[in-house]
């Protein structure tokens, strides 16, 4: 079965970035009223827990995504046994993910009162906070997680957005209303809990119905299995690298410098998480169809591919960059005021680490999409082994600055230059890796010029707060976009990336190919 790849990914893109919008909107507004509620130390306190929570979830291992990449082979073929087989092991082993979570979970409860150095908020019992924070954790996996597997694998995200945001926008409305009238944390976990349950349920229920010949039933070759629990253990080491650079910072400071400061840090923290998030749905909704394309296509074919979409990519990329860059600071201002601002040298660091992490995450997609995670096994395993070092190393001397830099470190130097061997060895022709190169380093150049640019026109008007934020957002928005212009007008890479985004905005949507029995 050959997926309608443009259609899907601009399907998936406008669902995805719709749930992103809300769970970015959301959560800004329910930060905002929990500080003023309820007060600083619960931020901290939600980001350790947060934090904590995605160690545990080292336990998956990998196993969503090599499950979904086992999926596009038998799609592609229309193999219904195999693709059954494959959900009845995935089942299995999400059971079986459950069940360790719970049990470590629960053996880290003793060491709790060691990762908070000061700021936990009075009359609150931690370990009762901890084990609803666990169960919503837990259900994640227990009920009917498998199933979205085949939404993803299908290249139908969309399905699962559209539920999680019915669920999302009655969760986020029940926290608010909880945090102004009731100002009570414990409340606040519950709805938590019972809106995670009702996402899995309903997604699981959706799939069903689109796909109900897909039962799991069936065993596979032990071939097969083998060869996915060689991708899982291989998969491993790219989600340890993961949760080092999204929770290690977390932990770190935390530890070595309490509740209070770690809130204000994510508060910077969340306004880069919510523009990455808006970037994984772009390359979410791609995943699939990259992952068909590179089973059915050419090598040169897919390169091509990598060059468009790098570049649209690293354009959004700078756009982005260049408007935090210019933002951040009238926006913190506004919204928590002055006294809980950071310095322009820890800006200019988060701005560093949003594009070097972004466009990680671009090129990883093509490796995650080709699976060639026991190739690129050594590279998430060094990265983070070095982020968490650095971190260590540099937090009493450098603070803020060491755990952000230590993570920049890791990225430049260590997981992207590596990744581009890994693709162009295993993946795309070797002969274009320097050619590419080429281009990657010029889009960063541009990056970094556009948002210097930017940074130094806006510093030209002397406003009140909310006048330079429009200002702002003008300039920066508009700098880059005419810098990147400006050169790469007559690229026929650029010529050939408008080309495939008109195809995208203009699709028709004709009707999908896709098994609705």
Same mark, same amino acid.
Request: charged content about 15%; proline content about 3%.
């Given at each position: 079965?050959?997926?309608?790849?443009?259609?899907?990914?601009?399907?998936?893109?406008?669902?995805?970035?719709?749930?992103?919008?809300?769970?970015?909107?959301?959560?800004?507004?329910?930060?905002?009223?929990?500080?003023?509620?309820?007060?600083?130390?619960?931020?901290?306190?939600?980001?350790?827990?947060?934090?904590?929570?995605?160690?545990?979830?080292?336990?998956?291992?990998?196993?969503?995504?090599?499950?979904?990449?086992?999926?596009?082979?038998?799609?592609?073929?229309?193999?219904?046994?195999?693709?059954?087989?494959?959900?009845?092991?995935?089942?299995?082993?999400?059971?079986?993910?459950?069940?360790?979570?719970?049990?470590?979970?629960?053996?880290?409860?003793?060491?709790?009162?060691?990762?908070?150095?000061?700021?936990?908020?009075?009359?609150?019992?931690?370990?009762?906070?901890?084990?609803?924070?666990?169960?919503?954790?837990?259900?994640?996996?227990?009920?009917?997680?498998?199933?979205?597997?085949?939404?993803?694998?299908?290249?139908?995200?969309?399905?699962?957005?559209?539920?999680?945001?019915?669920?999302?926008?009655?969760?986020?409305?029940?926290?608010?209303?909880?945090?102004?009238?009731?100002?009570?944390?414990?409340?606040?976990?519950?709805?938590?809990?019972?809106?995670?349950?009702?996402?899995?349920?309903?997604?699981?229920?959706?799939?069903?119905?689109?796909?109900?010949?897909?039962?799991?039933?069936?065993?596979?070759? %032990? #071939? $097969?299995?083998?060869?996915?629990?060689? *991708?899982?253990?291989? @998969? +491993?080491?790219?989600? =340890? &690298?993961?949760?080092?650079?999204?929770?290690?910072?977390?932990?770190?400071?935390?530890?070595?410098?309490?509740?209070?400061?770690?809130?204000?840090?994510?508060?910077?923290?969340?306004?880069?998480?919510?523009?990455?998030?808006?970037?994984?749905?772009?390359?979410?909704?791609?995943?699939?169809?990259?992952?068909?394309?590179?089973?059915?296509?050419? %090598? #040169? $074919?897919?390169?091509?591919?990598?060059? *468009?979409?790098?570049? @649209? +990519?690293?354009?959004? =990329? &700078?756009?982005?960059?260049?408007?935090?860059?210019?933002?951040?600071?009238?926006?913190?201002?506004?919204?928590?005021?002055?006294?809980?601002?950071?310095?322009?040298?820890?800006?200019?660091?988060?701005?560093?680490?949003?594009?070097?992490?972004?466009?990680?995450?671009?090129?990883?997609?093509?490796?995650?999409?080709?699976?060639?995670?026991?190739?690129?096994?050594?590279?998430?395993?060094?990265?983070?082994?070095?982020?968490?070092?650095?971190?260590?190393?540099?937090?009493?001397?450098?603070?803020?600055?060491?755990?952000?830099?230590?993570?920049?470190?890791?990225?430049?130097?260590?997981?992207?230059?590596?990744?581009?061997?890994?693709?162009?060895?295993?993946?795309?022709?070797?002969?274009?890796?320097?050619?590419?190169?080429?281009?990657?380093?010029?889009?960063?150049?541009?990056?970094?010029?556009?948002?210097?640019?930017?940074?130094?026109?806006?510093?030209?008007?002397?406003?009140?707060?909310?006048?330079?934020?429009?200002?702002?957002?003008?300039?920066?928005?508009?700098?880059?976009?005419?810098?990147?212009?400006?050169?790469?007008?007559?690229?026929?890479?650029?010529?050939?990336?408008?080309?495939?985004?008109?195809?995208?905005?203009?699709?028709?949507?004709?009707?999908?190919?896709?098994?609705?029995?």
């Amino acid at each position: 079965m050959k997926l309608e790849r443009t259609k899907n990914a601009a399907r998936n893109i406008v669902f995805d970035g719709t749930l992103e919008i809300v769970n970015m909107l959301f959560p800004f507004v329910i930060r905002s009223v929990m500080l003023h509620c309820l007060g600083t130390e619960y931020l901290g306190l939600n980001g350790l827990f947060k934090s904590l929570l995605t160690f545990l979830n080292l336990a998956e291992l990998g196993v969503g995504s090599a499950m979904v990449f086992s999926m596009y082979k038998p799609i592609a073929e229309d193999d219904a046994p195999a693709i059954c087989a494959l959900l009845r092991l995935y089942r299995t082993l999400y059971r079986i993910i459950g069940l360790v979570i719970a049990a470590v979970g629960l053996i880290l409860m003793p060491f709790l009162p060691g990762l908070i150095k000061s700021g936990l908020p009075a009359g609150m019992n931690l370990y009762v906070l901890y084990l609803m924070n666990l169960g919503n954790t837990v259900v994640t996996y227990w009920l009917f997680a498998y199933r979205s597997s085949l939404l993803q694998a299908h290249q139908r995200r969309d399905v699962i957005s559209k539920v999680s945001l019915a669920v999302r926008l009655t969760e986020y409305v029940l926290k608010v209303l909880i945090l102004l009238f009731l100002r009570n944390y414990y409340l606040y976990l519950a709805v938590q809990l019972v809106c995670q349950i009702a996402v899995n349920i309903l997604a699981a229920l959706c799939a069903a119905k689109m796909y109900p010949r897909y039962v799991p039933r069936g065993n596979l070759p %032990k #071939e $097969a299995a083998r060869d996915i629990f060689r *991708r899982v253990r291989d @998969l +491993f080491t790219s989600k =340890l &690298s993961a949760t080092v650079f999204d929770s290690a910072d977390t932990l770190v400071i935390s530890a070595f410098m309490g509740l209070t400061v770690l809130a204000v840090y994510q508060n910077y923290y969340f306004i880069i998480t919510a523009l990455r998030m808006m970037l994984v749905v772009v390359l979410n909704a791609c995943m699939a169809g990259v992952g068909n394309k590179l089973v059915m296509e050419s %090598k #040169e $074919a897919n390169y091509r591919d990598l060059e *468009r979409i790098s570049l @649209l +990519f690293c354009w959004l =990329l &700078s756009v982005s960059a260049s408007m935090l860059f210019c933002l951040y600071q009238p926006f913190m201002r506004l919204w928590m005021g002055g006294d809980n601002m950071l310095g322009t040298g820890i800006v200019v660091s988060f701005v560093v680490y949003y594009y070097s992490m972004g466009a990680n995450k671009m090129i990883n997609m093509f490796k995650d999409a080709a699976g060639i995670w026991r190739k690129d096994r050594w590279r998430p395993l060094t990265a983070a082994l070095c982020n968490l070092c650095l971190n260590l190393a540099t937090v009493r001397w450098l603070g803020l600055y060491g755990v952000l830099l230590s993570s920049v470190f890791s990225i430049v130097f260590i997981q992207i230059p590596w990744l581009f061997y890994n693709l162009f060895q295993e993946v795309f022709p070797r002969r274009f890796m320097g050619k590419y190169i080429r281009l990657f380093c010029g889009l960063t150049a541009a990056a970094l010029v556009s948002c210097g640019a930017s940074w130094f026109l806006c510093g030209l008007f002397r406003l009140s707060v909310w006048p330079t934020l429009f200002v702002n957002a003008a300039v920066s928005f508009l700098v880059p976009n005419l810098c990147l212009y400006a050169v790469y007008r007559r690229n026929p890479v650029f010529r050939d990336s408008l080309s495939q985004l008109k195809r995208i905005l203009l699709s028709k949507g004709k009707k999908t190919e896709e098994p609705h029995e």
